[in-house]
């Protein structure tokens, strides 16, 4: 199984937007809209950010946002907090498994 | 509210067999669902290990099949993970974690486990 691509890191100061990027191929983010996130602070289990691409499950914030543009999917976290300090990792479908693929995951600073 | 707890060994030793054990709340795992363990190793990211239906099928990680099952309880409402011939490799934290398709794959998982560190060491 091959893990997408995330960058190893993102910073930024409060109060203003990132944009997290997970690169696959065709055969997994390009061809379908099975592309989840996750969040985990350290030394705790990963959370559930985003589903289909593009949706929240109920009690996540509004400044979490998903979207996908051919092989490429992507996180923006807008009005950053100290709380969203933590490693975001993505998820897609694939061809190539019968389990899904998890991205190589991105640290997420916030100066 | 769904939970799932995740129990056993803090420390195997080489070539022994890795036993894993899922207790969901909640909800019965009979009643549907998708049921995976999903492992970290130390500062790494997440790899899958396999997914089972309630019925028993299960999906495993190509890498891992060969050493890999994972079998649902039913009476205690658990489902379980043996891996077989451990390595040092194989330390990592164990998640359980459930994938919330009633009948078929909705390919995120929606409800996970706190997590246990299993170390592969003599």
């Known amino acids: 199984q091959s893990a997408l691509t995330q960058p190893a890191s993102v910073s930024a100061s409060p109060g203003q937007s990132i944009t997290i990027s997970c690169t696959g191929t065709?055969?997994?983010?390009?061809?379908?809209?099975?592309v989840s996130w996750y969040q985990q602070h350290p030394g705790k289990a990963p959370k559930l950010m985003i589903y289909?691409?593009?949706n929240r499950p109920s009690g996540v914030s509004n400044r979490f946002s998903g979207s996908k543009s051919g092989n490429t999917a992507s996180l923006t976290i807008s009005g950053l907090q100290a709380e969203d300090e933590a490693d975001y990792f993505c998820?897609?479908?694939?061809?190539?498994?019968?389990?899904?693929?998890f991205g190589s995951g991105t640290k997420v600073t916030v100066l | 509210q769904v939970q799932l707890q995740e129990s056993g060994p803090g420390l195997v030793k080489p070539s022994e067999t890795l036993s894993l054990t899922c207790t969901v709340s909640?909800?019965?795992?009979?009643?549907?669902?998708?049921w995976g363990w999903i492992r970290q190793p130390p500062g790494k990211g997440l790899e899958w290990i396999g997914i089972?239906?309630?019925?028993?099928?299960?999906y495993y990680n190509p890498s891992l099949k060969s050493r890999v099952t994972i079998s649902p309880d039913t009476s205690k409402n658990q489902f379980s993970l043996k891996l077989t011939s451990v390595t040092a490799t194989d330390t990592a934290v164990y998640y359980c974690?459930?994938?919330?398709?009633?009948?078929?794959?909705?390919?995120?998982?929606?409800?996970w486990g706190k997590g246990t560190t299993v170390t592969v060491s003599s």
């Open positions: 089972i239906y309630h019925s028993g099928s299960a």
């Open positions: 998820s897609s479908y694939s061809t190539s498994s019968s389990l899904s693929v």
């Open positions: 065709g055969s997994d983010i390009g061809g379908y809209v099975y």
């Open positions: 974690a459930r994938d919330p398709g009633q009948y078929q794959r909705y390919y995120y998982l929606d409800v």
């Open positions: 909640g909800t019965s795992i009979s009643s549907g669902y998708f």
């Open positions: 289909d691409v593009s």
